[in-house]
Structures are given as structure tokens and as C-alpha cells.
């Protein structure tokens, strides 16, 4: 396959996740704002902005972080490359230059999404309401995955879809986790209710709340928590699992090229499949998380290099 | 229940005879007097969705880059009864064939030039005569693969060839989404009538392609400018289609003479180029150093037989309308047989005579750039304004050589849906010629419209629109 068609359709993966990740972290966002502040709501607000980086960016176009003007800049803002626009825009364009390897279905469900989307944030977003939008942008993102499951080929230009779609999911699995351990840390006093709060808008933000009832009785845990979001084996966005993913598309891809990037995923797998969250607890999540995001990033610039700048 | 307006007088209307449709439009006519308008404009509706939907656009140049625009698809067919698009296929074969010989000549023997049936300076000073062809061999001495030519009917009812298209004709993906698209929205009609089909066009496409090259299992790509390109939809459509690699510049590279693209395995050769940008842009080293679009070195691995160029480099100065007076020359010089298409009477202003008559009728004639397409460059006479018709007197004066001029021909018209309902306008057809082993056409083509009243000038970039094509089989008329 062609190397720059590889890499587009990776990207096209990495923004169309991005996309649905934002949304999952505005949803919680917006569902935390209409909370008292004794419950954690302004702190929820800046979420959204420390998880992606884009605090000061924010900050040079708006004067204070308030609900309406945190929805614009992730949902519309084109300024905003983070932005749910930009992202889909991005996602789009790459679509756009191999949609003669997509199948019609998959482009068709992509460029409706874009359309339509314009067309929506034409209308403002408080025609149909915050939620129905976030709820159209996660219906979509399912509906693309569907097509493209469903509909397309699973040959190469599929595994390097899988491929960017997993890359980006770690990469926020691991970023949420982090900046939400990093704002309790923060908090002097710890307030059981605030903490309860903050630990399931956690397990939302990753579709993980109900997954987490699920597995284990009884109340929130930090210990089970962990467990879940790092080590699951069953849960779709869990580090285990993304980088499960990664490896097993790695493999599939199987060309001479990619050899580092297939070693240091090898190894990262086998740190989570067999790891123990007594372990990750001792060592410190915080030092855990960090260390795990730098190897993802450095997988991320291997398959850069093997795969579009080796040919 | 439906009203179509009547045809206005001395112009050829494919549909009507006054109020009476054709005997090959009988049956659609009937259909379509018998529909409600409003489930007419519902299906137009719906099939501009479904455009948008599939991004079945085409990117208008001079807009904000990424514009991305619809033609506009009109739902009533063009419909040739089959013993006249018999006789259109037997025209364009012989056609097709002596230009391919022409080109195959001038690069070689110059026998045409020789015996002085074109005179060779309009050759050899040609802009599209590329030197670098001289004297390289071409397996099976194909030039223009795939050929459109754009055919128009005038008022007398015959068909004219306007211009012959060698080096990159667009439009055949049209063709293809406008029957999709007519079967989805009126299945109906096509259980009733036999519709010649021409779904298979990708299909003949890629064994024309698989053929032009000696190797065993030829690797065939089809190479773009890329997504700002006016016709992507189509490059994308057409490698989709074919099931082959859709590649820009960028991805091909020369390494000992032969072609290879980048691939995520490392690189692969690539022995057949289904190229749709201009020659100028093939090769930085060669041609335009400053062209981002090409690759470099691909000129002498092609001189070399390494890789195959679809169409082949150097077939612009066969569509050059300079040239176009001597296709009827070349017809009766190659093949020794009549020419079956007409082509339209042509002043060449580079002769004196013809340059005197021409400016003493301006508010007659067409007066084209020989180098010219897309409907841009032109007079129109009789629709000219004074001034304009002055602006090109003084362009014919400073430089005749670059024009040529032709009777305003009235294209046929058809009915078509506009704002004033059901009523005429001008069509154009251009047939896709494809030539490998041998000689191959799907039935019909891609018919263009002029949307605005009156209008001749049929090209998408100046707001004209495409209809389905029926070519109707083997029925009595």
C-alpha cells in the first residue's frame, strides 16, 4: 500500500477518535457544570483544557472559563485544532484524497458527517441543545466504524485504520487518567463527595461507567479503578486493550518495515498483560502513567518512520 | 400532468417534432407528460442530496482552494435509437484510428507531412509537438488510449465532431454516476426499455490500461495532481473503480531507469501511469522544472520502454484545433476510406483568405484559441457585444495564427428541467474511445448541457450540466 495512503488514513483514524473522545470529556463537562461548586463543578470545567493541553491557548481568546465559551472552543472553534470541527475537518480532508481506498460506504458516512456538521454549527449550538449535539457527533463516529467494519476490505488500509484508532485511544485513556490524578492531588482536603464526583465523571469520559459497575460490587475504588482503566482485558478503551491492539495490527501489517516500532510495543504489552495494580500503586500511577505515555508517543513516531518515511 | 415546452423553431430538438415526441422518445414522453411534476422535483431534490452525499463534486478553479461544487445532474436522458449510435461508433472507431496513426507518423516517418497533406510547420512549431517522441516506439503503437470526442448535432440534423480530445478527457465518471443515479431514482424505466448498459466501462478501462504494457502482470496506477485537482472526483472514482493505486507525484520515484512507488513494504514497480496531468507537469527534469506534480526522471525511464505513459506524451498536437481541419485528410491518407463523422467547416486564420473572410463576418463565426479549452477564449459572434467583437478583431489582427473560426453551429437541443419548467436546451455528447487490442466503446457517453437559455457552451466550468445517455438496443427505430 502506499505510504502516503497509509498515513492518511491513520490520521483520518486519529482525528475521527479524537473527535469522540473530546465529545465523551465535553459531555461530562457539561453534565459537571450544572453541578454546585461544592461538588467539584468548576474545577470539571477546566478539565477538557488541562487533558488536551490548550489552557493558554484558551486563555488568550476568553476572559474566564464558563460552560458556554469551554462548548464553543471544543466544539466549533476552527481556530481551535482540537476543536470537534477541526478534528472532523481534518478526518475529512484525509478521507477525501484516498477515498478510492475507503469503501463508498465508510466515505459516504465520513462526508455526510462533515455536511451535516457544518450545516449544525451553522444553526448555533443551542438549537437542538448541548447534548442531542454530542450525542449526533458519538452516533456518527459509530455509524463510520460500522460502515467501515462492515463494508471495507480488512486488508492493509484497514489495519493502519485500527491502527490510529487505538494509537489515539491509549494516548487519551492515558491523559484523562493522568490529569484527573493530578487535580485530586491538588485538592488539600480530600471530600469523599467531591472525590465520588470526580471519579465517575473519570469512568464516563472513557464510556467506562457502566462497564465498571459491571465488574466489580460495591462502591468506587482507586484500587479498582486502576485496574479497569489500565488493565482490563474486556474494556475497549483500557490501556491494556489499546495496546493489545496496536500490537496485534502491528503484526498483521507485517512487512520488513516497523521492526522498533513492533519491539517496544511487544514489550509495553506484555507490561500490562502482566501486570498487578499492587504493583502500579506502589510505584506510583502518576510515575506509572507518565512513563506509558512516553512509550506510546515513542511507537507513534516509529510507525511515522518505518512505515511513511522508510520507503 | 406534466407540460413540456415545444421546442423553439430552427433548432434540431432531440425529443419533439413540434408538439410530437420522435418515435425512439415515444415511450419516455408518454412517462413523462403522465408524472406529476412535484415527484419530479422531489427526485431532483434527491438526487442532489445523494450527489452532495456521495461528493460527487468536481473543485472550481479561481474559488477558495477546496471549493467543492456539484454539476448539475438534469433527470431527462438523451436517448439515441441504436442504428444511430451505430453509425456514431463506426465514425469514432475510424476516427480514433487515424489519429493514433497520425500520431504514430509525425513521431516517426512524417509521411503525411511529406506528401504534403498537412503543411509541416503547423507541425514541427506545433507547442504540442514534443521532440523528446521523436523516434520512440510505443507498444502497439497506441497513442491516445482513451480519446472523448465531443460530437454536437446541428440544425440540418447531421452530427459534427467540435473537437477530438487525446490528452486527458474528463467526464466519464459523469457518465457512470448519472445512469447509477436515473436507475435509483426510475427503475421503472428502465424495465420498460432496453437500455444499452454502461457499467463495464472501469472494467474495459483496466484491461486497456493492463494491455498497453508488455509485462507479464503489469502494476497499473492511475496518477493525480491531487485533491485540489478540478476533476479528483473522477481520478479517485476511476482507481477505486479499477481497483488500482491512486497516486500523486510524490509517490513515484525513478531508481535505475524503471518507476517504483512508495508502498509501506518498501517500494514497488509500477509499469503502466494512467496520467491525468498535462505533459508540461510529467517531469521536472524535462519539462517545467518548477512542477511539484511530476516525477523526475520519469521522461527517460518512458523513452527507455520501462514504463508505460497512458495517454502518451506529444498527443496534444492532434486535438489541436489548428490541426482539427486534416483529420478528414487523414482519415482519407491512413485508412484509404471515406471519413463517416463530418467535421465542421473551418477558416484557419493563419491563411490570409481565410483570415480576410473571417474578419469581414466576425458577427457570424465561433472564434476559438487553437490552443484553447474549456470554453474559455471564445467569441461567439451573434451573441457578441460590438465591443467584444472589436477586442477580437484587434487579437485576430496581432496574432492569427492562434485562431481559428467555424460557423455557429446551433446544438441540438432537449428538454431539460429549469426554473421556467420542462423546456429546450443545447446538448453536446462526447462518446469515450477506448483503444488497446482492439478498439472499444461503451454505448452513449457523457451528454452536457447548457442550463442557461440559449446558451451554447456546455462546459461544467461555465455552468453546464450532464444528462444520462441512453443508448437504446436493438430496437426498430
Known amino acids: 500500500m502506499l505510504s502516503r495512503t497509509a498515513s492518511n488514513i491513520y490520521w483520518m483514524a486519529r482525528s475521527l477518535e479524537r473527535a469522540e473522545n473530546i465529545t465523551r470529556l465535553l459531555d461530562v463537562t457539561h453534565n459537571m457544570a450544572l453541578m454546585p461548586n461544592s461538588k467539584g463543578g468548576q474545577q470539571e470545567l477546566l478539565a477538557p483544557l488541562t487533558i488536551t493541553g490548550r489552557l493558554d491557548q484558551f486563555r488568550e481568546h476568553h476572559q474566564q472559563v464558563n460552560a458556554d465559551a469551554l462548548l464553543d472552543f471544543f466544539l466549533f472553534d476552527e481556530q481551535n485544532d482540537g476543536s470537534i470541527f477541526s478534528c472532523i475537518q481534518q478526518a475529512r480532508a484525509n478521507a477525501h484524497s484516498v477515498r478510492d481506498r475507503l469503501s463508498s460506504e465508510a466515505w459516504e458516512s465520513i462526508n455526510a458527517t462533515w455536511l451535516e456538521l457544518r450545516h449544525r454549527r451553522q444553526r448555533g449550538i443551542h438549537h437542538e441543545g448541548v447534548k442531542g449535539l454530542l450525542d449526533w457527533i458519538k452516533q456518527r463516529s459509530h455509524e463510520f466504524r460500522g460502515a467501515a467494519y462492515g463494508t471495507m476490505l480488512h486488508n492493509l488500509a484497514f489495519h493502519f485504520m485500527r491502527l490510529g484508532t487505538f494509537i489515539e485511544r491509549a494516548d487519551n485513556t492515558a491523559r484523562i487518567l493522568s490529569a484527573k490524578l493530578e487535580a485530586m492531588a491538588n485538592q488539600h482536603d480530600s471530600n469523599q463527595a467531591i472525590d465520588f464526583y470526580q471519579w465517575n465523571s473519570l469512568l464516563q469520559s472513557l464510556g467506562a461507567y457502566e462497564a465498571y459497575h459491571y465488574s466489580y460490587t460495591g462502591g468506587l475504588s482507586v484500587r479498582n479503578v486502576t485496574e479497569l482503566l489500565i488493565l482490563s482485558a474486556e474494556l475497549p478503551r483500557s490501556l491494556r486493550y489499546c495496546v493489545g491492539s496496536i500490537m496485534q495490527q502491528l503484526v498483521v501489517i507485517n512487512s520488513d518495515q516497523g521492526l522498533a516500532a513492533k519491539r517496544l510495543c511487544a514489550e509495553l504489552q506484555a507490561r500490562l498483560e502482566y501486570g498487578e495494580v499492587d504493583f502500579i500503586l506502589e510505584f506510583g500511577l502518576h510515575k506509572y502513567l507518565k512513563d506509558l505515555l512516553r512509550r506510546i508517543h515513542t511507537i507513534g513516531d516509529e510507525i511515522h518512520l518505518s512505515y511513511w518515511e522508510g520507503a | ?477
Not at chain 2, 423553431?9 to 415511450?27: C, W
Not at chain 2, 496520467?275 to 522544472?289: C, E, G, K, Q, S
Not at chain 2, 487553437?370 to 459572434?381: D, K, P, Q
Not at chain 2, 492569427?400 to 421556467?420: D, F, G, H, K, R
Open chain 2, 1 to 477: 400532468m406534466t407540460e413540456i415546452h415545444a421546442p423553439s423553431p430552427g433548432h434540431y430538438d432531440e425529443t419533439l417534432t413540434g408538439e410530437h415526441p420522435r418515435e425512439h422518445y415515444q415511450a419516455y414522453v408518454d412517462w413523462l407528460r403522465a408524472t406529476p411534476t412535484l415527484t419530479l422535483e422531489q427526485k431532483r431534490n434527491e438526487a442532489d442530496t445523494l450527489f452532495r452525499r456521495f461528493g460527487i463534486t468536481f473543485n472550481v478553479y479561481g474559488e477558495e482552494e477546496g471549493t467543492e461544487r456539484l454539476i448539475p445532474f438534469d433527470l431527462i436522458p438523451r436517448i439515441i435509437p441504436a442504428a444511430e449510435w451505430q453509425y456514431l461508433e463506426l465514425g469514432l472507431r475510424q476516427r480514433v484510428a487515424a489519429l493514433n496513426r497520425f500520431l504514430h507518423d509525425i513521431y516517426h516517418d512524417q509521411d503525411i507531412l511529406n506528401a504534403g497533406i498537412i503543411p509541416a510547420e503547423q507541425v514541427l512549431t506545433n507547442q504540442q509537438f514534443q521532440v523528446a517522441m521523436l523516434g520512440v516506439d510505443l507498444p502497439g503503437e497506441t497513442y491516445a488510449h482513451i480519446t472523448g470526442v465531443d460530437l454536437i448535432r446541428a440544425s440540418d440534423g447531421e452530427y459534427y465532431v467540435l473537437e477530438d480530445n487525446l490528452r486527458t478527457p474528463s467526464g466519464v465518471s459523469y457518465m457512470l454516476e448519472n445512469r447509477k443515479m436515473m436507475m435509483r431514482l426510475f427503475p421503472e424505466l428502465f424495465l420498460a426499455q432496453s437500455v444499452a448498459p454502461v457499467e463495464h466501462y472501469p472494467n474495459l478501462l483496466l484491461n486497456t490500461l493492463q494491455c498497453a504494457s508488455e509485462a507479464d502482470s503489469p502494476c497499473v496506477v492511475v496518477l493525480t495532481p491531487g485533491r485540489y485537482n478540478s476533476a479528483f472526483f473522477e481520478h479517485a472514482f476511476l482507481a477505486q473503480q479499477m481497483g488500482v493505486p491512486l497516486v500523486e507525484g510524490a509517490d513515484l520515484f525513478v531508481r535505475n531507469g524503471c518507476v517504483f512507488m512508495r508502498t509501506t513494504a518498501g517500494p514497488r514497480r509500477v509499469h503502466v501511469i494512467y496520467r491525468r496531468i498535462d505533459d508540461a507537469f510529467l517531469d521536472p527534469l524535462a519539462f517545467n522544472p518548477d512542477s511539484m506534480l511530476g516525477v523526475p526522471g520519469l521522461l527517460s525511464a518512458y523513452r527507455d520502454g520501462n514504463v508505460v505513459i497512458t495517454n502518451a506524451l506529444g498527443t496534444g498536437v492532434a486535438d489541436d484545433k489548428s490541426i482539427y481541419p486534416y483529420v478528414p485528410d487523414m482519415i482519407r491518407f491512413y485508412l484509404d476510406e471515406t471519413p463517416i463523422l463530418n467535421n465542421v467547416p473551418t477558416w484557419q486564420c493563419r491563411k490570409h483568405e481565410d483570415l480576410d473572410y473571417v474578419l469581414e463576418n466576425l458577427d457570424q463565426l465561433v472564434v476559438k484559441e487553437v490552443h484553447g479549452a474549456g470554453g474559455y477564449g471564445m467569441l461567439i459572434g451573434p451573441k457578441a457585444s460590438g465591443e467584444e467583437i472589436e477586442r477580437f478583431r484587434q487579437l485576430l489582427r496581432n496574432n492569427p495564427a492562434n485562431y481559428i473560426a467555424q460557423p455557429t453551429l446551433c446544438l441540438s437541443t432537449c428538454p431539460t428541467m429549469v426554473e421556467e419548467g420542462i423546456a429546450p436546451r443545447h446538448i453536446d455528447l462526447r462518446p469515450f474511445v477506448l483503444t488497446g487490442r482492439e478498439v472499444r466503446i461503451v454505448p452513449g457517453g457523457l451528454t452536457r448541457v447548457a442550463l442557461r437559455k440559449g446558451s451554447l457552451v456546455v462546459n461544467s466550468s461555465q455552468g453546464g450540466g450532464t444528462k444520462d445517455t441512453w443508448v437504446l438496443e436493438g430496437s426498430a427505430c
